[in-house]
């Protein structure tokens, strides 16, 4: 009698397993004609089939009947609460103004920020609805939403609020990130240090007390803040007990990749200008190298971020939407694992990995999700597919056959 097995709420029978565990030494960590098991959420049993009597199951018994079992997909990075639209930069930006010289003319994300400030919480969340429901039909099972566009404490924490009210609404797994430090806000025109004082000072210590964010994140870019005042919002974040990640290295090389390493952060973000010290640094500390493809493209770049010289050193790659306003509207993680191919080169099963393991490091959470492992969440994807390679391939039609979230079938 196995205990485990008898113990189970729900087992999925005959279905092929791409566990994207590391121990599992297969391409896509490939177990065929599995079953796995799940009870409060978690998984708790993976065994070939012919180890196994079905008949000891007490729990709900689902065949998969040959298909393919993915961990849920995670968007570890987006700016998905925000108000309004930038539309207009669109056009500004195909008649030939940078993205840079919308920005220091006051556009940008300032022009977000009026009209983020000028919402209610309940009416960022009303706006942010479809974008979120966009990324969870696709098969996202986790979430990163920063804040960035309030740059005062109370709407800094009204952008916070409203994603933990919209998460409450919808089946995924909410991380937030305070990134009070996305521009200088035009009440500290002149004196950024003095907007990085309070942000150290006073927000990062409220808002972990609350609870409201599980990281801090920077903007660290000659159109935002420097290297230094980067170490300060690290050093504060470090001190508060939260995870720590970076906007760096997106339009120029201001080593904010390497700073962020030396203090074990989560993960650093864009890539585009990294250079070899910066990813050696990343090595030593194990630190998620994110790119966003999306970002990369809609702005029109032609740098790509060195991943062959990722691959060299062997630092893990993730790949998140960067969903915003200004430099990447589009609500989908599956685009991102196709642009990720086509426009950096990577493998269909890095861009799997890319989703999944080393999306959840770059939340903190790579105990507890990213793989199909016994002891991790029971966020699952059941996919009508031949072959994994086929969600990096195709785009536009979402084969899921069942979304699981903490072992729940979960429709949105
Ligand atoms: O990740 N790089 C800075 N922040 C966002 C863009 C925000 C915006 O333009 O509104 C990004 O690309
Ligand atoms: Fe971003």
Not at 299 to 313: A, C, F, I, S
């Amino acid at each position: 009698m196995n205990s485990v097995l008898n113990d189970c709420e729900k087992i999925w029978i005959n279905a092929q397993l791409a566990t994207m565990d590391p121990q599992v030494e297969a391409l896509y960590g490939l177990l065929r004609n599995h079953s796995i098991g799940v009870k409060n959420g978690q998984i708790t049993i993976i065994s070939p089939m012919q180890d196994i009597n079905i008949d000891e199951c007490h729990g709900e018994i689902i065949d998969a009947d040959g298909s393919i079992l993915t961990p849920g997909l995670i968007d570890s990075h987006t700016h998905l609460i925000y108000g309004g639209q930038r539309s207009g930069e669109f056009t500004q930006r195909l008649n030939g103004t940078s993205y840079a010289e919308i920005s220091r003319a006051g556009g940008g994300i300032l022009a977000t920020v009026a009209a983020t400030r000028s919402l209610t919480e309940g009416g960022l969340i009303q706006q942010a609805r479809p974008r979120l429901e966009a990324l969870l039909n696709e098969g996202v099972t986790t979430v990163e939403i920063k804040s960035g566009y309030g740059l005062t404490l109370t709407d800094e924490l009204k952008m916070l609020r409203a994603a933990k009210k919209l998460a409450a609404d919808y089946p995924f797994r909410l991380r937030s990130t305070l990134l009070a430090a996305h521009a200088i806000p035009p009440e500290f025109h002149n004196s950024a240090d003095a907007y990085i004082e309070l942000i150290c000072k006073e927000m990062i210590p409220l808002v972990a007390a609350e609870g409201l964010a599980d990281a801090v994140d920077i903007f660290c870019e000659k159109i935002a803040f420097s290297s230094s005042q980067s170490e300060k919002i690290f050093v504060a974040a470090e001190n508060a007990g939260l995870g720590i990640k970076v906007h760096a290295e997106q339009l120029s090389n201001s080593h904010g990749a390497e700073i962020a390493a030396s203090y074990s952060a989560w993960s650093v973000d864009h890539l585009e200008y990294l250079d070899e010290a910066g990813i050696k640094a990343l090595k030593k500390s194990g630190t998620i190298a994110t790119l966003l493809p999306g970002a990369f493209y809609f702005l029109g770049e032609t740098k790509k971020p060195p991943v062959e010289l990722l691959r060299q050193y062997q630092v893990p790659m993730a790949l998140a939407s960067d969903l915003n306003p200004g430099s990447c509207p589009l609500a989908s993680l599956r685009l991102m694992m196709n642009m990720g191919c086509v426009l950096f080169g990577l493998t269909p099963e890095e861009a799997l990995q890319a989703t999944t393991r080393n999306a959840a490091s770059a939340l903190g959470l790579g105990e507890s999700t990213g793989t199909l492992s016994v002891g991790k969440a029971a966020d699952m994807l059941l996919w009508n597919i031949d072959d994994p390679a086929q969600l990096a391939y195709q785009f536009g039609a979402t084969p899921l056959l069942q979304r699981i979230f903490a072992g729940e079938l979960s429709h949105v």
